[in-house]
């Protein structure tokens, strides 16, 4: 499943043209997500390539989000994903509230980018579910 992703009206950015985000659920347990930045790439602030290291404060340059409740009722997981490959997850009781870190294994983050186009894949693991995901997808 395709979608784009449509920029804030408060905070336009010259350099990039379009966000889309591709999403699978290839597992029960397994969010496949992958974001692809079209635009002029050079000028986006990015974090320079890194080991794949738990990180917070990934919104200080280019990061994406995603925010999946897994289970209904049970709060929901948020994930911040640097085309660096540092990584962020956190478990929210319930809308902004009881945030911890998550205690689930790092995401597996693969970028490619050229002049034009920057991808960032990500493969999230979440306690296996077979219940409905809720999603929401950002980018910073």
Same mark, same amino acid.
């Given at each position: 499943?395709? *979608?784009?992703?449509? &920029? *804030? !009206? ?8 379009? @966000?889309?985000?591709?999403?699978? $659920? %290839?597992? +029960? ?11 002029? @790439?050079?000028? @986006?602030?990015?974090?320079? !390539?890194?080991? !794949? ?7 200080? /340059?280019? &990061?994406?989000?995603? =925010?999946?409740?897994?289970? +209904?009722?049970?709060? #929901? #997981?948020?994930?911040?994903?640097? !085309? ?6 956190? *478990? =929210? /009781?319930?809308? $902004? ?13 693969? /970028? ?11 493969? @999230?693991?979440? +306690?296996?579910?077979?219940? %409905? ?8």
């Amino acid at each position: 499943m395709l *979608h784009e992703l449509i &920029c *804030h !009206p408060d905070t336009p950015s010259a350099a990039v043209d379009r @966000i889309d985000v591709a999403i699978a $659920r %290839p597992e +029960p347990g397994l969010l496949a997500l992958r974001y692809t930045v079209s635009g002029r @790439i050079a000028s @986006i602030s990015l974090a320079p !390539p890194s080991e !794949p290291l738990r990180t917070d404060d990934l919104w200080r /340059t280019t &990061c994406f989000e995603a =925010f999946v409740e897994s289970t +209904p009722g049970a709060g #929901y #997981y948020e994930f911040n994903l640097s !085309p660096s490959s540092k990584w962020a997850a956190y *478990h =929210f /009781t319930d809308y $902004r509230e009881g945030m911890a870190l998550a205690e689930l294994s790092p995401p597996a983050i693969i /970028t490619g980018a050229n002049a034009t186009h920057i991808d960032v894949d990500a493969l @999230i693991y979440l +306690p296996a579910s077979q219940e %409905p995901w809720r999603l929401a997808l950002t980018a910073v």
